[in-house]
């Protein structure tokens, strides 16, 4: 078959390809292929659109493509030169990729380079930070820095704060004329973070920050005055949800200065439709520096990484993943974490991301306490009628698993029953700080009124209403761990439950028994709050010793290692996620050598609470392991499937009966 020449021109975001364009157009096949790739057939001439970060990988397929039907491509000068300068750069790049690793894997002992500037890394670190960092800190924060553009996965506890501010004073430092200088610093996170970075800033430089928080109670005008100032604060801290209403300004402001950007609890950027997740992938392109931080970096699947990668390398994400969404995606689904495409896909992202794990962290373990009560006979009547009306139901219906909505409240409802029985009276939508549960629940349906699923048992009923005027036997417990473990050793104690009037009632109750306390709980206004964790987390600050908390408001972002080393469950949910992270709050790395961390799992005796305890036990053991993966994929894991707590519910009844 003869060839036919064509030539390869650029202009205005568009190939043209002249030549012979008619035996493109007589077969149907290469030009429908041609369209495929958002070509234009015209008289004289075809055009080929391209994004400008996407110019080589088009002139390539368009090449190959042409190949395919004996066409011979003359590409001009200009195209020729991009050629060559994408070539260059992907040798610079691998080069780049490789001393990433190197110091990722803490081998770069034999590279004189890389030691020389691990040394000049250190002494600025010991010049400019009051904070000495720990050895793994140490080689997360000069990763960091080298790569510039890098994830760091660590637990939570691991001191990541820390670590960016150790890469920013370094990337600081650097002559202003050095590409790699920054002397800006935004954070983008969730509210809880606000007063961390603030903190962590004073534990780190023995100074307060110049800083700028731009959230929902800061007025537009002030905002916008920020952004566009001649002499802003140094730090700026803005909600995941803030930057979209100011996508323009924050441009703006990224064109005038250097800037490293930090995006906290990234995992809340996985999403690829969000409106928060691509506003922030526009302004990224702007950076002069971006850092990712998560310590859950693949919640659903490995697809999840993809937005992160698509941050920290805006055009550059597809050559270090080398791996497309729906791969990912099929990855996930396959769910084989040792297959030669999940362990390839590791080993292209490993230079750009350091994982600290939990074993690094050197902790003591902690020591946990299985603290069963009993009920009073008031409380044991209620509980038994309506676990034996609800394992009925579960036996009756064989095929019921808590994916139905109906049965998740009937589990919510036990535990209410187990610990406070005067829960009952509130409808389940307002008995709990967070409704993940109960996402799809009828308004309409019986079932989330309250206490009308008992009126068809008048005694039962009436023992319901006055319970609220009983002391629960857990309260009681609670006050005694307090008095007698807690308080002896002028100790804090933060005590964590799911529900919000539990934690109402609690501290009413400890108050009248001469113990205050504080509560952490999301209808608290963020002030308050970051006040009482403040003054919770001085040692030498004791004008309350217990904070009453629930899991959904104080998950991320928050330490309270410093003054508290114990903490108090009133019940358990079997969210294994919200578990882990809670006793993490507490048991953190900077905990002084020999201090002892406390767990105290109050329990009522035949009842859920202990099939809760055997069962999130064994899920949390699982999950441990989970998270010691490289890239822990915690879909392996379904938090929201109770079907297995309904069944050793049902084996626990059994065996009791």
Known sequence: MNSHQLTLNSKEGKFLLTGAIESIIDDRRLSFSLKKLGGELNEGFVSVPYDEDEKVEVIDELTSLLAEYNFIVELSADAKKDIESYNREINTFQEFTEKARLIRDNAFGNNEELVEDFKKFKDVLSRDMVRSLYPIQLLSAFHMAFAQNACNFAVPGAGKTSIVYGAYTYLKS??????????????????????????????????????????????????????????????????????EPL?????????????????????????????????????????????????????????????????????????????????????????????????????????????????????????????????????????????????????????????????????????????????LLKPLKDALEHNYLLDEVDPNVRYTEGINEYLDDSEIFTKIESFAN????????????????????????????????????????????????????????????????EKFNDPSNMDFQVVIANPFSVSESISLHKGCHNAIYMERDYNCSMFLQSKDRIHRYGLPDGQETHYYYVVSTNSIDGVINKRLAIKAERMSKIIDDDIPLFARIDDEDESDLVKALMEDYARRS
């Open 470 to 533: 009983r002391v629960p036997v857990k309260f009681s417990k609670i006050k005694s761990l307090i008095v007698d473990r807690v308080f002896p050793s002028d100790g804090k104690v933060i005590i964590w439950t799911i529900f919000i009037q539990n934690a109402k009632q609690l501290q009413e109750f400890l108050l009248a028994e001469n113990i205050s306390s504080k509560l952490l709980i999301g209808e608290v206004a963020q002030d308050e709050r970051e006040q009482t964790i």
């Open 247 to 423: 996508i323009e300004a924050i441009t703006d402001y990224l064109k005038r200065h250097k800037t490293m950007i930090v995006v906290d609890e990234a995992h809340r950027i996985k999403s690829q439709y969000g409106v928060a997740a691509n506003s922030i992938m526009e302004i990224s392109k702007e950076a002069a520096s971006r850092i990712i931080l998560t310590g859950t970096p693949v919640p659903n699947g490995y697809e999840d990484l993809f937005n992160l990668y698509k941050f920290i390398y805006p055009h550059k994400h597809m050559e270090v993943l080398k791996f497309h969404r729906h791969n990912l995606k099929d990855m996930t689904k396959n769910s084989d974490t040792d297959s030669a495409r999940v362990l390839q896909f590791k080993k292209n992202i490993s230079p750009y991301f350091i994982r600290i794990k939990k074993k690094d962290l050197g902790l003591a373990s902690p020591i946990e306490h299985i603290v069963e009560v009993d009920m009073d006979a008031y409380q044991r009547e209620i509980y038994d009628y309506i676990e034996s009306k609800y394992i009925k139901l579960f036996q009756e219906n064989g095929a019921a698993t808590v994916h139905d909505v109906l049965n998740k409240a009937k589990l919510i409802r036990l535990r209410q029953a187990s610990t406070n029985p005067s829960l």
């Open 174 to 243: 650097l002559p202003n004329d050095n590409p790699k200088h920054v002397d800006k610093l935004m954070v983008i996170g969730p509210l809880s973070a606000f007063a961390p970075w603030e903190n962590e800033y004073l534990e780190c430089y023995g100074c307060n920050p110049s800083i700028q928080r731009i959230s929902g109670d800061v007025v537009k005008s002030e905002r916008l005055q920020h952004l566009y100032s001649g002499n802003p604060a140094e730090i700026t801290i803005i909600t995941h949800a803030g930057v």
